[in-house]
């Protein structure tokens, strides 16, 4: 049997529904454990962080630093909404000085922007809300968890089933390829969409506009416009790598509006 066929033993999908906001799919690879890949990820991260501070590049502007950490200390209360695990997190939020468009959150809540896409984009408070919201919806819903699964499936390369009862074999450096490939790869259509939901809801329930998904897309479209007409000497957005833009995203974007609409409206009341 192959390998694809045997994940799907372990996946179970479930929906997460609330009397208000909106509803996501939440899908659960079991083959690694929460803790197993949280602990992963934190490593990567403070691999990550250490090689930006030896580059003199980390946390380097503290006025755009503790903007982005104001703006995660008003969504993370939100977050148990997605995930009860959420309020146990070590949370982290960090700035690197890079022309990078790019922001991303690992699993466990550990938050990267780069000073690219803020600048690039001149990200408003709102449209960065909606970012981090998305990225970290993308934690909220073990979308990291899964992929590293999946690539640690991929890597060993038998049965799921004696994966599942060996976990202790998995070597460290295994661990560290897949929590890198969750960062780096591009996620399923599902995943981004329940993503963007997620991260609009964040936004709207922390006093953000959600309606700022919608610009967040323009301008990332204009820049990549703007990528490709420099004659082959600039290169796309490299957030645009790992979350696709299309016009139906945006589409689906303003078709949920309405059910986050509300909640930014009682969050400023």
């Known amino acids: 049997m192959r390998i694809w066929s045997l994940l799907l033993v372990f996946i179970s999908t479930a929906s997460i529904a609330q009397n208000e906001g909106v509803e996501v799919q939440r899908s659960r690879l079991l083959l690694l454990p929460a803790s197993t890949v949280e602990r992963s990820a934190g490593e990567q991260y403070g691999h990550l962080m250490r090689q930006a501070a030896q580059k003199n590049a980390l946390n380097v502007d503290k006025e755009q630093v503790e903007r982005l950490r104001r703006i995660a200390r008003e969504l993370i209360p939100h977050a148990t909404r997605f995930n009860q695990n959420a309020d146990k997190w070590r949370w982290e939020v960090n700035l690197i000085s890079s022309k990078t468009v790019n922001a991303f959150c690992m699993p466990g809540g550990k938050i990267a922007f780069f000073s690219g896409i803020i600048d690039q984009l001149q990200l408003t408070d709102d449209e960065i809300a909606t970012i981090m919201g998305h990225e970290i919806g993308h934690a909220l819903l073990e979308h990291g968890r899964a992929r590293m699964s999946e690539q640690v499936l991929k890597s060993v390369g038998i049965t799921a089933l004696s994966i ?73 957005p490299q957030f645009l790598s790992t979350h696709p833009s299309h016009e139906s995203r945006i589409r689906e974007i303003e078709a949920n509006l309405p059910k986050v609409l509300p909640l930014y409206r009682k969050a400023n009341t």
């Open 164 to 236: 599942f009862f060996n976990l202790g074999q998995f070597s460290a450096e295994l661990l560290a390829q897949a929590a890198n490939l969750a960062v780096s790869l591009p996620y399923a259509r599902r995943h981004e969409s329940d993503a963007d939901l997620v991260g609009m809801e964040l936004a709207a329930r922390a006093g953000h506009d959600p309606r700022a998904a919608v610009s967040v897309w323009q301008k990332m479209a204009r820049l990549s416009q703007a990528s490709a007409q420099s004659g082959g000497r600039g290169q796309p």
